[in-house]
């Protein structure tokens, strides 16, 4: 592969990273999973969307290298990706900047609807072991 086309891969990189910060969605996203892992289920409530609308922000955050998933049973739960440490060091600032008054709505929904998920936990068989609804 020629220089030019490693650097230009390297910009098509470096663009997707940016676009992947340049919505508030997004950042509401990498806001609530500064916390920890959240199943696709918990966003959604966190930020009163649809699914395909914060699945596809999801995938999005995930083809930059921002977010990883991890699939259990038939869910899918979502992380920061902090493998690359200068992806970390931009998430730990884009974090910073992000106040928290901006997703305190979204905090708070997270919260009910973990309570209640909690309260009302759905146990379905999958396989051989018995996994945690996500739709509580």
Same mark, same amino acid.
């Given at each position: 592969? =020629? ?11 470096l663009?997707?990273l940016f676009k992947?910060?340049?919505?508030? =969605? ?9 916390n920890?892992?959240?199943c696709? *289920?918990?966003? =959604?409530?966190?930020?009163d ?12 955050l995930?083809?930059?290298?921002l977010?990883?998933d ?11 990706e902090?493998a690359d440490?200068?992806?970390?060091f931009?998430l ?10 901006a ?10 609807f ?5 309260t009302s936990?759905k146990?379905v ?7 945690? *609804? *996500?739709?509580?």
């Open positions: 592969m =020629t220089e030019v086309a490693v650097q230009g891969r390297s910009m098509q990189k663009i997707s992947a910060l340049s919505d508030e =969605t997004r950042l509401r996203i990498i806001k609530l999973l500064e920890g892992e959240l696709v *289920c918990d966003i =959604t409530a966190a930020l969307l649809v699914q395909p609308k914060v699945s596809f922000h999801l995938n999005t995930k083809g930059a290298g977010i990883k991890r699939k259990a049973g038939r869910w899918i739960h979502y992380s920061l902090n440490m200068r992806k970390r931009l730990l600032t884009v974090m910073e900047g992000v106040s928290a008054d997703v305190k709505n979204d905090q708070k929904r997270l919260e009910v973990l309570k209640k998920k909690n936990v146990i068989s999958v396989g051989k072991s018995m996994k945690q *609804c *996500c739709g509580g």
